[in-house]
């Protein structure tokens, strides 16, 4: 947008764009108030994607999504890390889409760094442990051994 607040044909094709990545088309002239908490988190990544940043920091952008749009939202940021060779850091609580999404992963524990690496060298039992402070078991995923998380015991309860 220029400096005087007008948007010019770019700008609009971007937004238009960025609409058409999250499958937000149909949404364009509802007010944000009308969404749901699902839709609202599309809307945030569409809004970021429409300002063409080359560092994209997102918050729980899967947080109120069902698993489908969880799946898309975060294949999108994926396709479009490589096509536009974006930087992208997220803040996420699912370690389980984390650990089939992210190539790197910081584990903070009260705002201390506990680790960094590839998820399976992140998604540990111990580390997890440390920093949920609440059991947990860790497989490798049977096709892509990726760490999978369960609450302690669960896999012993069925």
Not at 34 to 58: K, N
Not at 93 to 118: E, M, P, Q
Not at 120 to 143: G, N
Request: hydrophobic residues 45%; aromatic residues 4%; proline residues 5%.
């Amino acid at each position: 947008m220029s400096w005087l607040g007008r948007e010019s044909e770019a700008d609009q094709a971007a937004v238009q764009r960025a609409l058409q990545q999250t499958q937000l088309e149909d949404f364009a002239q509802r007010s944000i108030a009308q969404l749901s908490g699902g839709e609202h988190q599309r809307v945030l990544l569409a809004r970021a994607l429409a300002q063409s940043t080359p560092v994209l920091l997102l918050d729980e952008p899967t947080n109120h999504l069902d698993m489908q749009h969880q799946t898309s939202l975060l294949m999108l940021v994926r396709q479009l890390t490589a096509e536009k060779q974006l930087a992208v850091m997220m803040a996420m609580h699912d370690l389980n889409l984390v650990s089939f999404f992210a190539d790197k992963v910081a584990l903070l524990v009260a705002g201390r760094l506990v680790a960094v690496g590839t998820p399976e060298e992140v998604i540990r039992k111990d580390l997890i442990q440390q920093a949920y402070q609440t059991p947990v078991d860790v497989i490798p995923h049977p096709l892509t051994g990726a760490p999978l998380i369960f609450p302690g015991d669960a896999l012993n309860q069925r």
